[in-house]
């Protein structure tokens, strides 16, 4: 398979002296499920964020789907962020309006300023949002107030916004760091399948490694804004895995669980 | 853990009583002003100028005229269908001036907002609203009248002139309030600014803007009352100022200010069922 996304020695340095991330260099295959991990504040974020642009890298080359990303103006960048679907820890649908109208949201970018902002859709695509609402288990929620639905409900909301885009790459930025452990669980499901039988790229941020290990086909280490792994979840040993996050061995929570467990 | 559990334990065995508020130099600046005016308002009364008029004799004739006012209101200069469409034309002046205010404090909102526009338009709008907003609204029309004359067209655009600096402001406050990850999710899919703004921006702000504008409605209602009287803009307020000061007519005043009153009331009834439908629709 081709490469969907490649990033080479990408930086991005906040003033003077706060670099975020230096030198980043990774490509992506069409169809990887890869998870990026490690510490708060590594720069997990900002590396999502470089990819559709939401935050300026500072220096690089991005080229996404054959586009170098950090030359578009204007008009080409709205178009390649429509090709590249986004979501949240905190969901962000806008409360007062129904999950429909937050997962047509999500059309926006191909529309005209006029016909976007007034909310003309088309049959088509209203049929598509309410077929992806079906498919997220959603269906009885269609016509609900967003600020009604439960935390797990809203990011399956978040994730048909970002599917209704028909984009070639999900970026999810830490998706079940607010959920618990069973909502966690169906948003990693849904977009592990959506990944396999939709064939879209999913690079997700994440805190919890046991999940990472998971559910993905590759991961990718960031401490201190540099890649210190880069491979399958299956090669990951202890060490590399505190590598990443500065730590001893026994000081992480997924330790302490470990030796339970050997004990029991 | 050694170290915490020493430190809570010196804190514990402190004989001194624990203060919650440190007196720091916010506390002592905002207890010496709490002084000053305390000491300044029994200053003020300890040396009024009372002339012949005693306290309780002073209370006692403004209760009775307060009395005379609301017990016994009659109609003398003009009728009743008379008096309500003076109040309509009060309520007519009041209305013009939020709605026109109220667009083009939409759009200039937006723009003042740090969150939705560039750091220095936002900076730029807001000094000028400061202004504009430092100035009494009768200044301002007294200032327009000068151009206009003194009169309705006057009052309008003075009054219009100071709702858009007051809700400039709290639509701007309004629309920086917004969580920036609503916003930020319809950039990454590719939405333009007005896309955001009336898709996002205004569907989440809009019980604010409701009842700001509603808000800014009864000012304006009360201030075209005034200007009714002091720039002869019509209305009630000027059937109000020739009962006052011309006709000396306590009477009248009471059936005026009941007019008034009910129609007061009648618009806080108004601006709470609309924002409680807001609310649950």
């Known amino acids: 398979m081709s490469n969907l996304l490649e990033l080479s020695d990408v930086s991005k340095q906040y003033g003077q002296n706060t670099i975020a991330l230096s030198n980043i260099n990774f490509s992506v295959k069409e169809g990887e499920f890869i998870s990026v991990i490690g510490p708060s504040g590594a720069g997990k974020s900002t590396l999502l964020?470089?990819?559709?642009?939401?935050?300026?890298?500072?220096?690089?080359?991005?080229?996404?789907?054959?586009?170098?990303?950090?030359?578009?103006?204007?008009?080409?960048?709205?178009?390649?962020r429509t090709k590249i679907g986004m979501i949240f820890q905190h969901y962000n649908l806008v409360e007062r309006l129904s999950v429909i109208?937050?997962?047509?949201?999500?059309?926006?970018?191909?529309?005209?300023?006029?016909?976007?902002?007034?909310?003309?859709?088309?049959?088509?695509?209203?049929?598509?949002?309410?077929?992806?609402?079906?498919?997220l288990g959603l269906e009885d929620q269609i016509f609900k107030r967003s600020d009604q639905l439960s935390g797990g409900q809203k990011q399956r909301v978040g994730i048909a916004r970002a599917l209704v885009q028909?984009?070639?790459?999900?970026?999810?930025?830490?998706?079940?760091?607010?959920l618990d452990p069973n909502a966690s669980k169906v948003i990693m499901d849904y977009l592990q399948n959506i990944s396999r039988s939709m064939g879209i790229t999913v690079l997700v941020n994440l805190h919890?490694?046991?999940?990472?290990?998971?559910?993905?086909?590759?991961?990718?280490?960031?401490?201190?804004?540099?890649?210190?792994?880069?491979?399958?979840?299956?090669?990951?040993?202890?060490?590399?895995?505190?590598?990443?996050?500065?730590?001893?061995?026994?000081?992480?929570?997924?330790?302490?669980?470990?030796?339970?467990?050997?004990?029991? | 853990?050694?170290?915490?559990?020493?430190?809570?334990?010196?804190?514990?065995?402190?004989?001194?009583?624990?203060?919650?508020?440190?007196?720091?130099?916010?506390?002592?600046?905002?207890?010496?002003?709490?002084?000053?005016?305390?000491?300044?308002?029994?200053?003020?009364?300890?040396?009024?100028?009372?002339?012949?008029?005693?306290?309780?004799?002073?209370?006692?004739?403004?209760?009775?005229?307060?009395?005379?006012?609301?017990?016994?209101?009659?109609?003398?200069?003009?009728?009743?269908?008379?008096?309500?469409?003076?109040?309509?034309?009060?309520i007519g002046l009041a209305l013009?001036?939020?709605?026109?205010?109220?667009?083009?404090?939409?759009f200039l909102g937006l723009f003042a907002s740090e969150n939705l526009?560039?750091?220095?338009?936002?900076?730029?709008?807001?000094?000028?609203?400061?202004?504009?907003?430092?100035?009494?609204?009768?200044?301002?029309?007294?200032?327009?009248?000068?151009?206009?004359?003194?009169?309705?067209?006057?009052?309008?655009?003075?009054?219009?002139?100071?709702?858009?600096?007051?809700?400039?402001?709290?639509?701007?406050?309004?629309?920086?309030?917004?969580?920036?990850?609503?916003?930020?999710?319809?950039?990454?899919?590719?939405?333009?600014?007005?896309?955001?703004?009336?898709?996002?921006v205004l569907p989440s702000s809009i019980t604010y803007l409701i009842s700001w504008t509603f808000l800014r409605f009864e000012i304006n209602f009360a201030v075209a009352v005034a200007m009714g009287a002091a720039a002869g803009a019509g209305g009630i307020g000027y059937d109000l100022f020739m009962a006052s000061s011309f006709y000396l007519d306590l009477r009248e005043l009471g059936t005026i200010t009941v007019y008034i009153l009910i129609f007061a009331i009648l618009l806080e009834v108004v601006a709470i069922r609309v924002k409680r439908h807001l609310k649950t629709a």
């Not at chain 1, 028909?166 to 079940?176: G, R």
């Not at chain 2, 006692?60 to 005379?68: D, G, K, R």
């Not at chain 2, 013009?96 to 939409?106: K, P």
């Open chain 1, 208 to 264: 919890q490694v046991d999940v990472a290990l998971k559910y993905s086909d590759r991961i990718i280490g960031v401490s201190q804004g540099e890649i210190v792994y880069d491979g399958s979840p299956a090669q990951m040993t202890q060490e590399q895995i505190h590598h990443i996050y500065g730590s001893e061995a026994g000081e992480l929570i997924m330790d302490t669980e470990e030796e339970k467990n050997h004990a029991g």
């Open chain 2, 96 to 106: 013009l001036t939020t709605l026109i205010g109220a667009v083009i404090s939409l």
């Open chain 1, 166 to 178: 028909d984009p070639k790459m999900l970026l999810c930025d830490e998706p079940i760091a607010s």
């Open chain 1, 101 to 135: 109208e937050n997962v047509l949201h999500g059309r926006l970018g191909y529309k005209s300023t006029l016909a976007g902002a007034l909310g003309l859709y088309t049959q088509k695509e209203k049929e598509q949002a309410i077929h992806l609402l079906n498919m």
């Open chain 2, 1 to 90: 853990m050694r170290m915490e559990d020493t430190n809570k334990s010196t804190v514990l065995t402190q004989s001194k009583p624990i203060k919650v508020k440190p007196l720091n130099k916010t506390a002592i600046v905002i207890r010496s002003t709490l002084f000053c005016l305390i000491a300044l308002t029994i200053l003020g009364f300890w040396t009024y100028d009372y002339k012949e008029v005693g306290l309780v004799e002073g209370i006692l004739s403004t209760i009775a005229n307060f009395t005379v006012m609301f017990t016994e209101p009659h109609f003398s200069h003009f009728t009743f269908t008379e008096g309500l469409y003076q109040v309509l034309i009060t």
């Open chain 1, 49 to 80: 964020r470089c990819i559709n642009r939401m935050i300026d890298a500072t220096s690089g080359e991005i080229v996404f789907d054959g586009v170098d990303a950090l030359e578009l103006k204007k008009r080409d960048l709205r178009r390649l």
């Open chain 2, 117 to 200: 526009s560039s750091r220095k338009v936002s900076n730029g709008i807001k000094t000028i609203v400061a202004f504009i907003r430092a100035v009494p609204t009768v200044l301002w029309v007294l200032i327009f009248a000068v151009a206009a004359g003194l009169g309705s067209v006057a009052a309008v655009i003075g009054m219009t002139f100071h709702t858009v600096g007051y809700l400039i402001k709290a639509y701007s406050e309004s629309f920086e309030e917004l969580d920036e990850g609503v916003i930020e999710v319809l950039k990454a899919s590719g939405a333009n600014w007005w896309q955001i703004i009336w898709q996002a």
